[in-house]
């Protein structure tokens, strides 16, 4: 059974960086595409970033340059690091994977913004 658990969210001011981690649990990690998601009030879920289990990563067009991917194998631990937050930004941020045909999902943590 897979399990997603992120943590790092909070309140920044514009401009500022925060870095989400997803603990993730079950022997899929190592294989499984990662992804970062959000979702803000009222719109619709959206890719922020993934990694694929060969590395490879893809960004949204809007956090290009100013967020990166990344996990550790060792640790079974997924990262974003955000830097140059902006308000739009203010979101609930999940972790997903992929694996199979299936796709699981963190409970999310809260990232808000503030200009």
């Known amino acids: 059974q897979v399990q997603l658990v992120e943590s790092g969210g909070g309140l920044v001011q514009a401009g500022g960086s925060l870095r989400l981690s997803c603990a993730a649990s079950g022997n899929i990690f190592n294989y499984a595409h990662m992804a970062w998601y959000r979702q803000a009030p009222g719109k619709q879920r959206e890719m922020v970033a993934r990694i694929t289990g060969g590395g490879v990563t893809d960004y949204g067009d809007s956090v290009k340059g100013r967020f990166t991917i990344s996990r550790d194998m060792a640790k079974n631990t997924l990262n974003l690091q955000m830097n140059s937050l902006k308000p739009e930004g203010t979101a609930v941020y999940y972790c997903?994977?992929?694996?199979?045909?299936?796709?699981?999902w963190g409970q999310g943590t809260q990232v808000t913004v503030s200009s």
């Open positions: 997903s994977s992929y694996y199979r045909g299936k796709q699981h």
